[in-house]
């Protein structure tokens, strides 16, 4: 187990285990009896399915071609606020600093590659940008939205069974997408003037004519 170098307040930095590390245990211990094919298709998509979430947002925005100009300005607005949305979790990442369960527990059996020390676990990246990009497509097309939010939540579950993260660093991270891209998507629609104006321009073809 690593020491505990840093002073009280960040005792939670090394401490993730104590929180759900038998949780932890508990979920790889079920990858590590799953068939191989199942494992390696959670790992792909833990690995990539965020560009699922992209092609949802294409999705949004040819469906908002044919909405009003509040809809195609959240729509527009749903990159912008998942990368907000990382950045305000990159900053916990860097004060919370908590060690990676593959290293707290260096028994537990892991799928992905155990991430090096200094990539910290708390919240996951990968379940803030899932979650902030369901909350703003939620926000902009229900439908959609609700898909995008089933692929967070299979996003989140694969982070902790390929051995990335603690169950907590999943849940925070949800709730940190979803507290910081609802505020934003509701202030996006605030643009739809300008989107007005930019379909009687040269952009009309691209953000299309909107509810007729």
């Known amino acids: 187990m690593i020491p505990n170098v840093h002073s009280p307040a960040r005792l939670l930095a090394y401490d993730g285990s104590g929180i759900d590390g038998g949780l932890y245990t508990r979920v790889t211990g079920w990858a590590e009896s799953a068939p191989h094919w199942f494992d390696q298709l959670v790992k ?8 699922v979430f992209a092609l949802l947002m294409l999705w949004a925005w040819w469906r908002a071609r044919a909405a009003d100009s509040v809809v195609m300005a959240r729509v527009l607005a749903s990159p912008l606020i998942m990368v907000v949305a990382y950045l305000v979790n990159s900053v916990l990442k ?37 979650f902030s990009a369901a909350a ?21 579950a694969s982070r902790v069974w390929v051995g990335a993260h603690y169950p907590h660093d999943v849940v925070v991270a949800a709730l940190v997408g979803v507290l910081v891209a609802l505020p934003l998507a509701a202030l996006a629609g605030r643009a739809a003037p300008l989107v007005d104006r930019l379909r009687t321009g040269p952009l009309g073809s691209f953000l299309g004519a909107g509810a007729a």
């Open 44 to 51: 792909a998509w833990s690995a990539y399915g965020i560009a």
């Open 94 to 130: 860097s004060l919370v600093e908590e060690v990676r369960p593959c290293q707290q527990l260096p028994g537990s059996f892991v799928i992905e590659s155990c991430a090096p020390v200094g990539d910290w676990a708390f919240p996951s990246n990968h379940t803030v940008a899932a």
């Open 136 to 156: 703003a497509l939620w926000y902009a097309d229900r439908r959609l939205g609700w898909i995008a939010l089933a692929a967070a939540v299979l996003m989140g």
